[in-house]
């Protein structure tokens, strides 16, 4: 499939791959639609359609005929990007007419033709390429979990769903902070705000980060008040999907998930050259400070596989801003004191608490 524009229109087209010839091409969409709105994924198709001004939406299920998406009855959609289509179903965000720097979030029944609202005005912005960011996160490892910032009369505040949509409930912030004295923060006044950015360095970790290989286990950088900050910010980790969380570093710190979650490593996010890192074997609830390098490195970024069995990981940068490569392999296999035993396995299982929501 693809699309084929001549001077003027932009269709959409299909043929078989052996015999993909110009007359062997045949268009399932009469209609011209707009240039590169072709989206394939999973078992969807979608296009965009502009006329009079107005963008419409069309959807292809395991390739029936093309149907209009319909929205509720006074929804006027003029950008719309898909976030999901996990297990039969379009997670889809939508900016309106009277939106500049939101989206409201809709979920569809299976053929992605009927959508419903699940959450209004999440916030948005434009990346350095002129691309829209929505500020919303989709948790690996365990299906149906988001995260999303969503503007509320002039404040931005950081909300939870786990079952794609239908309930949100605002971020239980921790019981104490790292020094081990209480937190006050009494719901639905203060919670737990996080940024939802990821990293357009695939060397890094960005401001949120989860894995497959680590079902329930997610680090994020985020402030505890009455709305989201970009200030006060700290690096805060949930063992359990984003229903309890810990905070970690009262600064900004790059965290990489080693071994299948069973190893973390941190080091401090910053533009001056380091030369130590944080290890953690128990998801993240004590720290050990090493020395990865005698020569103060500018990093770059590290190479992990977080689904790997290994000990190994690679850290590249440069001494100074002139120089060369220089890459460090760590191995942290020494630094194990023992083998693991049944003794150290916890039982883990989802809340169904659903909690304050809005």
Not at 69 to 80: F, G, N, R, V
Not at 83 to 109: K, M, R
Not at 137 to 153: C, S
Request: aromatic residues 12%; hydrophobic residues 35%.
């Amino acid at each position: 499939m693809c699309t084929y524009s001549p001077i003027t229109d932009t269709h959409y087209l299909t043929c078989r791959i052996q015999e993909c010839l110009e007359t062997k091409r045949s268009g399932p969409f009469s209609r011209s639609i707009d240039i590169s709105s072709l989206v394939v994924q999973d078992e969807y198709i979608f296009i965009q359609v502009t006329t009079g001004g107005r963008a419409n939406y069309y959807v292809s299920y395991r390739r029936e005929p093309f149907a209009q998406i319909k929205l509720p009855k006074y929804s006027l959609p003029k950008d719309m990007h898909i976030i999901s289509t996990d297990e039969n179903q379009v997670f889809a965000a939508v900016q309106e007419w009277n939106q500049n720097d939101t989206y409201n979030l809709y979920i569809s029944d299976t053929r992605g033709v009927y959508f419903t609202l699940a959450l209004e005005n999440v916030k948005s912005s434009r990346g350095l390429e002129g691309n829209i960011i929505i500020d919303l996160y989709e948790v690996a490892g365990i299906k149906g979990i988001f995260l999303a910032n969503r503007r509320i009369d002039d404040q931005i505040k950081t909300f939870i769903t786990y079952n794609k949509g239908r309930d949100w409930r605002l971020l239980q912030a921790p019981d104490t902070d790292l020094r081990g004295d209480p937190v006050v923060c009494q719901l639905p006044f203060c919670s737990l705000h996080l940024h939802l950015q990821l990293s357009e360095n695939p060397y890094t970790s960005g401001s949120i980060s989860s894995k497959e290989t680590a079902p329930g286990l997610l680090v994020a950088t985020g402030n505890i008040g009455s709305e989201l900050s970009y200030t006060d910010v700290g690096v805060f980790i949930s063992s359990d999907g984003g229903n309890s969380w810990r905070q970690i570093f009262e600064e900004e710190y790059n965290v990489w998930f080693l071994d299948w979650g069973g190893a973390l490593v941190a080091m401090k996010h910053t533009s001056v050259p380091i030369r130590h890192m944080w290890v953690s074997f128990d998801e993240g609830r004590s720290w050990s400070k090493y020395s990865f390098t005698s020569t103060p490195l500018f990093v770059d970024g590290s190479l992990v596989d977080p689904g790997i069995e290994t000990q190994i990981m690679t850290v590249f940068g440069h001494f100074s801003l002139r120089s060369e490569w220089q890459l460090v392999k760590v191995d942290y296999k020494s630094i194990f004191s023992r083998r693991c035993n049944k003794d150290d396995y916890q039982t883990w299982h989802l809340h169904n608490q659903i909690g304050y929501s809005q």
